[in-house]
């Protein structure tokens, strides 16, 4: 595997030497997320897929280390041997999905709001960098407050300021009691049901709200985890319709992987709100994460849809864009000193701009 | 002692103190400036004294403008800055600059909106960590984070030193719990970081400025993520005859799914210091003893703790004892949270350090420190966070003996180098600070560090926010310097802390 590695470090020394762009490839299933590809012939793969395997893990440790190349689902697998999960419950888009692209994707499946972010689990990584050298920062221990947190800086950055490597995660039990209830209600009595459940103990650790076909109203569905004695709790007081496990597994994979029909159409909006925001009043939607991630489909002026968003203290993806203007970029505009922090670190981290150019921002 | 830092460093930057203070005359109010000698004295340190420095200039703003006022001047004047919170922190992160100015953010102390509904709090930098608790109390919510220092300590510091606590296993540390910060850099402008919608666009600025010693910007705002109360807590206190069976315990509750709320391990040596001190009725034949803390609704809690009682006996607990009333549960808690304080009763002077280890290796570290005892001739007791590995070894000693200071400093070294050896970090939530900074020599290479380097410049190009702190120059990597108590000599010693 060193082998492998040290080829990867070559082909990035070639690349800057040769001012040649690099993009950084997995197993390519997220290749639709960020900003557009470079046309063909104008940047050379990264191909990552060839580093793979599980370094080391520890059940009793919470730790994973696993190599950038390796798939998500093996990693995923793994863990489920021994009882255990990904807490932020990653999508998968396919079989050939690896750890580097997930975590350099940044994206958090249903339990995000329950579990905490992606980057909340990142424990420690290397980066292959621009220089063609390989700096680990971090480590496989839960605290650890030596040096800035790099690790978190490269979760979700798309691999603008190198090459996710390896990547060490805090991983969790997997609850021992889970279920699902269903509960009929329109867009905005989901929305303030939610807001309710927040300030209480309950384990609720997903919701989804997708409307009916009239759009008049929807259903509600409501994930518990936790004890026996926790879920049973919450079922009493969250009430509705009990789904069986085997359909609610079913659903909420289909929310995970966005395989639910909802997600076919485009070009769709990822859009992310405080708790407590109001219905939007455009459709189609469909919320998760108690309101605060909402998918909008269909061909909505841009610069009016971010500005609404953004009054409310949230922000827009464009995160499938076929039928969308092509001059939309993909992120929620930065603020201004933000931008600039982030054309600082793009410089101070890879000065030649060779790895993955436009990806995250066009000025990056 | 010697300021950890050498001549070349400390000249580096020339600045203009006249300029500056005739600059931030016009914005910042005369009672806010601070520069006669018997003012500025009780700035010379934070919570680890052995660091000293006088500062020329201290200034308390009063508001973000003043703030921004004082960034801009600096900037201006090429005057370095060292932000201050409650000055509780352990690692010198606060230890003033000898040519820099002192922003202490204390007075930025008011609790700017409490949203019970949507579960967050916005405060200013100088909200002790314990008062947010205390004002979302009424609506059943709380802040999770609670380092031991939570009455003193302010949310800021937490902030720039990524605090934890003995919660954070379940709850997480400030990192999990900040969902925004507000920042004024060091020319002046403010950017915000995060947000209280979840995954804020671009690069996760927030989550890197968090845990950054005050070297990125200064914090005027924090949005912080409340979490509602668990209507109960119970504490299962476990001997053990021997630390691996008490390693051993933890290694099965955790294998077992559970993820209890907190779980921290003392050694015999530790026992024994603190039962003198606290009461806390613990078991002094054991070898080690673990709390192990469950909380929620009170079924779910029976149900765990019958799970957890089950498999300690199975691990080899010799004696348990589950707290039958919150009064209990606290008394079970005191002797741990009073470990450092107990120290400083037993013996003239401690070294305390924070190293971070993979649990899994703890037997093997417990038995090389104990090794070490008759090396360096110096007693050490240990308090562990057993959850996350973050282990706190004590070493005792008398300064007052000849060379004790340099064995008990060559002790500490090696404890670091071995909690670097075994795969874990030389500070698991101090902060590096003055204090560990030659010890990021182990445990980074070159490369590395420049990598924290170019973090720096992103927000700091001038390199004027807390110069000398945290990352190492090439010079410096052969030194030493760790945290020395003299006497109980620390800055607030009632207060409890690890």
Redesign the interface.
């Known amino acids: 595997m060193e082998f492998v590695l040290s080829e990867l470090c070559e082909q990035v020394v070639t690349a800057r030497a040769a001012q040649r762009q690099l993009l950084i490839r997995g197993g390519g299933t997220r290749l639709f997320y960020g900003g557009p590809l470079p046309p063909e012939g104008a940047a050379s793969w990264l191909d990552l897929s060839a580093y793979h395997g599980v370094v080391s893990y ?6 994973l280390t696993a190599r950038a190349g390796t798939p998500l689902a093996e990693i995923e697998t793994l863990l489920a041997s021994q ?1 255990q999960m990904l807490a932020f419950e990653p999508p998968r888009f396919g079989t050939a999905g690896t750890l580097g692209g997930c975590v350099a994707s ?1 994206l ?1 499946g249903p339990r ?2 329950a579990a ?2 992606l ?2 689990f990142v424990l420690g990584t290397r ?1 292959l ?1 621009a ?1 063609g ?1 390989v ?3 971090g ?12 690790s ?2 490269l ?3 798309l691999g ?2 190198g090459a996710l490597v390896e990547v060490s995660l805090k991983v ?5 009691r889970e279920a699902t209830c269903v509960l009929a209600l329109d867009e905005s009595s989901a929305l303030d049901q939610c ?1 309710r459940w ?5 384990p609720v650790s997903a919701t989804a709200w997708v409307a009916d076909a009239s759009g008049a109203g929807g259903k509600l569905s409501v994930r518990l985890s ?5 879920v ?2 919450g079922l009493e007081e969250i009430g509705g319709e009990h789904l069986d496990d085997e359909a609610a597994d079913a659903f909420w994979l289909g929310m995970r992987d966005q395989t639910h029909a909802f997600f076919r159409q485009q070009p769709l909006w990822r859009i ?6 109001p219905a939007l009043g455009l459709a189609p939607v469909l919320h998760e ?1 108690g309101g ?2 909402r998918w909008l489909a269909g061909p909505h002026d841009a610069a009016a849809l971010r500005d609404r968003v953004q009054s409310l ?3 827009a ?1 464009l995160y499938r864009r076929d039928g969308a203007p092509a001059d939309v970029p993909a ?2 505009p ?2 201004d ?3 600039q ?2 054309r ?2 793009k ?3 890879d000065p030649a701009g060779i790895f993955n150019a436009h990806r ?2 066009p000025e990056l | 002692m010697d300021i950890a830092s050498s001549p070349d460093e400390r000249h580096a930057i020339v600045p203009d103190f006249p300029g500056f203070l005739a600059r931030i005359a016009r914005d910042v109010p005369a009672h806010c400036i601070l520069t006669r000698p018997e003012q500025t004295r009780v700035y010379e340190c934070d919570g680890l004294s052995l660091y000293r420095e006088q500062p020329p200039v201290v200034v308390l703003p009063e508001n973000e403008a003043q703030v921004i006022a004082i960034l801009k001047a600096c900037h201006e004047h090429n005057v370095p800055v060292v932000p201050r919170g409650a000055g509780t922190g352990l690692s010198g992160g606060a230890t003033p600059h000898p040519q820099g100015v002192v922003i202490g953010l204390a007075k930025l102390n008011r609790i700017l909106r409490l ?6 709090a916005v405060v200013g930098p100088g909200v002790r960590n314990l008062a947010i608790s205390e004002a979302a109390a009424p ?3 709380y802040y999770a984070p609670d380092p031991s220092s939570q009455i003193a300590c302010s949310i800021g510091g937490n902030v720039a ?2 605090s ?1 606590g003995v919660h ?2 379940k709850y ?2 400030t ?2 719990n900040v969902l925004r910060v507000r920042v004024v ?1 060091i020319e002046g ?5 995060g ?11 927030l ?2 400025f ?3 010693e005050g070297m990125l910007g200064l914090v005027t705002e924090v949005t912080v993520r409340l979490i ?4 109960l807590a119970r504490v299962v206190m476990a001997s053990f005859p021997s630390v691996e069976q008490a390693g051993e315990g ?2 099965r509750i ?6 209890p709320a907190g779980l921290e391990l003392m050694d015999k040596r530790a026992v024994h210091m603190v039962e003198p001190f606290v009461g806390a009725g613990y078991d002094l034949q054991a070898e080690a003893i673990l709390l192990c803390e469950s909380d ?2 009170p ?2 809690v ?3 703790i019958a799970r957890v009682e089950a498999l300690l006996r199975e691990a080899g607990a010799t004696r348990l004892q589950t707290s039958s009333s919150e009064e209990e549960r606290l008394k079970f808690w005191a002797g741990r949270k009073n470990a450092f304080p107990a120290a400083g009763r037993i013996s003239p002077d401690y070294y305390c350090m924070d190293g ?5 290796h703890l037997g093997k570290v417990l038995a090389a420190i104990a090794g070490m005892e008759t090396q360096f001739g110096l007693r050490c007791s240990n308090v562990f ?1 057993a ?4 282990l706190h070894p004590l070493i005792l000693f008398d300064a007052n003996q000849p060379d004790e200071v340099e064995r008990a400093e060559a002790f500490g070294a090696a404890i670091l180098e071995l909690c670097v050896q075994v ?10 600070g003055l204090e ?1 900074i030659n010890q ?1 020599c182990s ?3 070159r ?3 420049d ?2 380097s ?6 700091d ?1 001038y390199g004027l926010l807390n110069p000398l702190k ?2 190492p120059t090439l010079v410096r990597c052969a030194e030493y310097g760790k945290m020395h108590v003299h006497q109980g000599d620390i800055r607030f010693p009632d207060i409890p802390r690890f």
């Open positions: 520890e059940p009793s440790e919470l730790v009882g940044g958090a995000r709001m905490g972010s980057a909340d980066l960098s220089d050298n700096l680990r920062f480590g496989e221990v839960m605290k650890n407050v030596a040096g800035y947190d790099v978190r800086l979760a979700g950055s603008v300021l969790v039990p997997r609850p021992r807001l927040r300030s209480r103990p309950l936790g004890n026996e004695s926790a049973r709790q992310v709100l405080p708790a407590g925001a994460w605060c991630l203290g949230g922000s993806c992120f929620h930065l603020a000193g933000v931008l922090i982030h600082r670190l410089q101070e981290f995250l921002y | 949203d019970p509904e949507t579960c967050v609506h059943g919510l030193e990524n934890g954070c296993l997480g540390l990192v999990h850099t402008e403010i950017v915000e970081l947000g209280e919608a979840p995954d804020a666009p671009g690069l996760n600025l989550q890197t968090i845990g950054s509602p109360r668990p209507q933890v290694t955790i294998a077992d799914g559970i993820i929620g609704t079924d779910e029976s149900e765990e971070t280890i993979p649990r899994r966070h959850g996350d590995g973050n795969g874990g970090t030389i500070t698991g939530e101090h902060g590096v560990k990021m445990q980074f290479t490369d590395e560090l990598a924290f170019a973090v720096k410049r992103a927000f190009p945290l990352i």
